[in-house]
């Protein structure tokens, strides 16, 4: 009777062991590091050297920065995903139109010329997987 309840007792605990020095040895084991303060701030420096296709989207010449009211201008596209409003400047730039005012909306139809006035969101989550976000506050055709 002994027998049957400490043999799997003895058994769960090997398994219960086990998988706690798995999860140690992995820890233990991975090859990452973290970069020192100065490390971060040498790079942070040196970017500024850098052309600008070697920078980061966000700090390119030339792209409005977030927060700031821009207007751009191009064709209206449907995106791949249902709602999904997108707008391809004529220099091949794509922004995912996010609309505040349904009825602005209705302004932009697929195939037409707009120009649209609002802020850019690159933050911003969103399900349509194209285009950088760009909050909608005015359209223009054009």
């Known amino acids: 009777m002994i027998r049957r309840t400490v043999v799997p007792a003895a058994l769960l605990l090997l398994l219960v ?3 706690a020095n798995g999860s140690d040895e992995a820890a233990s084991t991975s090859s990452g590091s973290v970069p020192s303060a100065g490390a971060s701030s ?13 920078l980061p989207e966000a700090t390119r010449p030339g792209k409005p ?4 009211t821009t207007t751009i201008t191009g064709t209206v596209a449907s995106g791949v995903e249902p709602n999904c409003t997108l707008l ?5 730039g794509t922004h995912l139109l996010v609309f505040k005012d349904e009825t602005l909306r209705s302004a ?3 195939g037409s010329k707009v120009s649209v006035t609002g802020t850019p969101q690159p933050g911003m989550m969103s399900t349509c997987q194209q285009g ?10 054009g």
């Open 132 to 141: 950088e976000p760009f909050l909608v506050s005015a359209v223009t055709p």
């Open 17 to 19: 062991a086990g998988c």
């Open 108 to 110: 932009v139809t697929p």
């Open 42 to 54: 040498a790079a942070a420096s040196s970017a500024a050297d850098l052309p600008p296709s070697a």
């Open 65 to 68: 920065a977030a927060g700031n």
């Open 88 to 92: 391809t400047e004529t220099g091949g």
